[in-house]
Each structure stands twice: as structure tokens, then as C-alpha cells.
Nanobody, 123 residues
Framework: QVQLVESGGGLVQAGGSLRLSCAAS????????MGWYRQAPGKQRELVAA???????NYADSVKGRFTISRDNAKNTVYLQMNSLKPEDTAVYYC?????????????????WGQGTQVTVSS
């Protein structure tokens, strides 16, 4: 019913930049919060940044001042601009969205995840 399609991952040297994009599509009535999580090998998935429908943002302490989350509501798309990348930022990055969807019968709250995109930062 809902798809999140991510793009923009890749390999970059330390100090470089990448921009991730995530577009939501499907039977969406409203997108509440969109955000990015990441999971490094052997570690738990962690929140990187989130953007609410009201415009509030929050960031993991480890990325504050380096990453910026933004959102284009007309395109149902969230972006993550990542600057001053460090090797410890290497992970699979997942888009996440909390939505209100139409099932064909009723409205429902729904949580969707993207397929993940690899970000690798070399030292």
C-alpha cells in the first residue's frame, strides 16, 4: 500500500558529502513524521534524524551540525544532507515514515520502511 524508495547512497572519502532522498508513494492521506535511521554491522539500528509534519526536527548527537534533514511535502519526499562525513557514519541508511493511509475501507496509521541504502565513508 505504501512504498518508500531511497536513493543517494554510495562511497565517499572522509570529509565528503552525500545527499540521500526518500520518496513515499501509495494510498497516503497524510505523512506525519519522516526520518532516517542507520544500522552499522554488529550494531543496533539507530535514529539519525527525523522531521515532523509540523516542521520540527531532531538529530542524533553524533550527527548534529553535520547532517540536515529536510522535506518536500508536495513530493512526499524527505532528504538527508550529510556533510563532513566520518568513517563511523558508515552504515545502511533506512528511510522511515509514520503515515495515515486509506486501506480502501478506512483510515489507518501505518509505519513504512525503505529498503536501505549503503553509505560507506573511507578514511
Amino acid at each position: 500500500q505504501v512504498q518508500l524508495v531511497e536513493s543517494g547512497g554510495g562511497l565517499v572519502q572522509a570529509g565528503g558529502s552525500l545527499r540521500l532522498s526518500c520518496a513515499a508513494s501509495g494510498s497516503i492521506l497524510r505523512i506525519n513524521t519522516m526520518g532516517w535511521y542507520r544500522q552499522a554491522p554488529g550494531k543496533q539500528r539507530e535514529l539519525v534524524a527525523a522531521h515532523t509534519s509540523g516542521g520540527s526536527t531532531n538529530y542524533a548527537d553524533s550527527v548534529k551540525g553535520r547532517f540536515t534533514i529536510s522535506r518536500d511535502n508536495a513530493k512526499n519526499t524527505v532528504y538527508l544532507q550529510m556533510n563532513s562525513l566520518k568513517p563511523e557514519d558508515t552504515a545502511v541508511y533506512y528511510c522511515n515514515a509514520h503515515l495515515t493511509i486509506w486501506t480502501g475501507v478506512r483510515m489507518e496509521d501505518y509505519v513504512s520502511w525503505g529498503q536501505g541504502t549503503q553509505v560507506t565513508v573511507s578514511s
